[in-house]
């Protein structure tokens, strides 16, 4: 079982009213239980040193976007805020924002991006994950600083579609 199924479980749990589900594989066995405190915990036995036991939040909390006041008699061609779409943190992690430090940002703003596109790395346990674009438009907005760290559905990035 990769990681992305293991989102893929979560991401069930949480919007269902499944309270547990448990999959077993060989020597792999993994429980996700959803909490009434909106937790869902995953704990595993016999797993590979790569996946240790996580608790992820099931609903990270948004954070507000502040709406920029707009120019007044001035055409404005900075994108509005309610059309943009999110790429959001798949992990609890640290975000960086290039590959290594002598290497240059995978995005920056004004880049455009497909599905598939690497945007960041999330580092988590000592793994560095790449994470790809779900989507396909011009990055507007970073929303994050570079190694900092970031929660599970936090907004990472605001880009305008194409």
Not at 5 to 22: P, R
Not at 89 to 98: A, K, N, Q, V, W
Not at 115 to 141: D, H, Q, T, Y
Request: charged share 25%; proline share 10%; with cysteine.
């Amino acid at each position: 079982m990769d990681f992305k199924q293991i989102q893929e479980l979560i991401k069930l749990v949480n919007n269902s009213n499944i309270g547990e589900v448990t999959v077993e594989q060989k020597d792999f066995k993994i429980t996700i239980k959803s909490k009434e405190e909106h937790f869902t915990q995953v704990m595993a036995t016999a797993m590979p040193q790569s996946f240790p036991a996580v608790s992820l939040p099931s609903q990270a909390p948004q954070q507000a976007l502040p709406a920029a006041p707009a120019p007044e008699k001035q055409a404005s061609s900075a994108p509005e805020v309610s059309n943009l779409l999110t790429i959001k943190s798949p992990m609890i992690g640290t975000f960086y924002r290039r590959p290594s430090p002598d290497k240059p940002d995978f995005v920056a703003i004004g880049d455009e991006v497909t599905p598939g596109k690497v945007v960041c790395i999330i580092e988590a346990m000592k793994l560095f994950n790449e994470i790809e674009s779900e989507v396909r438009g011009k990055i507007v907005k970073i929303l994050v600083d570079d190694a900092s760290p970031v929660e599970y559905d936090q907004p990472l990035f605001l880009v305008e579609p194409m």
